[in-house]
Structure formats: structure tokens, C-alpha cells
């Protein structure tokens, strides 16, 4: 026998909600840590996503973002600075 949804405690969502941002805010901190900088453009262009809980269902798409045109590059390693994939790796450090 499952839980039955209203047996969930009434503010759930906003639990999740509050450990998604402080996960959200981790994470953009790491990512800013371990972006290659030159003038720090990069590094700064780290923003928190859409990711949310409401109704008990995940809503938006994202986690973090980087909206730095050359972002993709610098993660595919065109940088001695960091290592091709720092963004998966930084993630994967987080959620271990």
C-alpha cells in the first residue's frame, strides 16, 4: 500500500523548494569557483535555473545556467585553466 498524497505534509512543496535553492545556490557557487577565468566574465555569468516543486510536480527545466556565449567552449576545454567537462565534474562532486 502507497502513501496516499494527501497524507503529505501541506508545506512539502516549499521544503523542496527551499532544498532545490540552497542545492541551486551550491551549485552556481562551484561552477563559478571552477570556471576558467580571464576577466571573470564566465565565472560571474552563473545563474540559478527554474527548477521548482509546485502541486507536487517538477516544473521548469533547469538547475543552473550559463548564458556566456562561449561557455561551451570552455567546457569542451579550450582553456588550460580547467579541464574538458568541469561542469559535469563539478556536478557530479555536488551530488555524490
Do not use: C
Not at 516549499?14 to 540552497?22: F, G, Q, T, V
Amino acid at each position: 500500500m502507497g502513501l496516499s498524497i494527501d497524507k503529505l505534509p501541506k508545506n512539502l512543496n516549499s521544503e523542496i523548494n527551499a532544498d532545490l535553492k540552497r542545492f541551486q545556490q551550491q551549485l552556481v557557487s562551484a561552477l563559478a569557483a571552477a570556471t576558467p577565468k580571464d576577466h571573470g566574465t564566465a565565472s560571474r555569468g552563473w545563474q540559478p535555473g527554474s527548477l521548482a516543486v509546485k502541486d507536487n510536480k517538477l516544473t521548469g527545466q533547469t538547475i543552473a545556467y550559463n548564458n556566456v556565449p562561449y561557455i561551451g567552449a570552455l567546457e569542451a576545454g579550450h582553456s588550460s585553466q580547467a579541464p574538458k567537462g568541469f561542469v559535469q565534474q563539478t556536478i557530479a562532486k555536488l551530488v555524490k
